[in-house]
């Protein structure tokens, strides 16, 4: 054995999320509900690298909905894993994050979390691309047998004039 670590990811795998989005939000109303109503609402967001590549940060700007927010994404070369972590100015309070990777061209993050005071166990899905990312939210109430979709961001690069606006 060299001493070489098997790893799931590597720290460029969110390199394809790098710049300015504009975001088309689509957010359940009412969760465990078997709702299908969903609030629709536009956002913009910066991610920027940071820590040497190994990170990033995103700046999310949602004026509709009265509050902006932050993701804070870490690599951990020892497992390959990338842990997600985020804060909104409602709050100012960092939540649990969530962990996982990228495997076949889409990243599974899992965490633990509360929803109206119920534990739940949540999972992110994001589907890389370099013009048209998404990332979708799902809350589970049964240790994950079954998934509620509650939140998905349409992502699509911000255009120069966008740029301007950022922010």
Do not use: C
């Not at 460029?12 to 609030?39: H, M």
């Not at 390959?80 to 909104?88: M, T």
């Not at 899992?110 to 691309?129: A, H, I, K, Q």
């Amino acid at each position: 054995m060299d001493g070489a670590i098997d790893t799931l990811g590597s720290a460029s795998d969110f390199d394809f999320f790098i710049g300015d989005w504009n975001i088309r939000n689509l957010r359940l109303k009412e969760r465990f509900a078997g709702s299908d109503d969903w609030e629709i609402f536009p956002a913009t967001s910066s991610v920027r690298k940071i820590l040497e590549g190994t990170g990033n940060f995103e700046e999310m700007h949602m004026p509709s909905q009265g509050f902006t927010g932050m993701t804070l994404r870490l690599f951990n070369p020892r497992d390959g894993s990338w842990s997600l972590n985020w804060a909104d100015s409602r709050s100012n309070v960092l939540f649990p994050p969530v962990i996982g990777h990228f495997d076949n061209g889409k990243g599974v993050f899992y965490g633990e979390d509360m929803d109206d005071g119920v534990p739940v166990r949540v999972r992110f899905l994001w589907t890389p691309s370099v013009e048209a990312p998404v990332w979708a939210q799902a809350f589970s109430r049964d240790g994950g047998e079954t998934w509620e979709t509650n939140w998905v961001m349409e992502f699509t690069r911000a255009s120069r004039k966008d740029r301007s606006n950022l922010g």
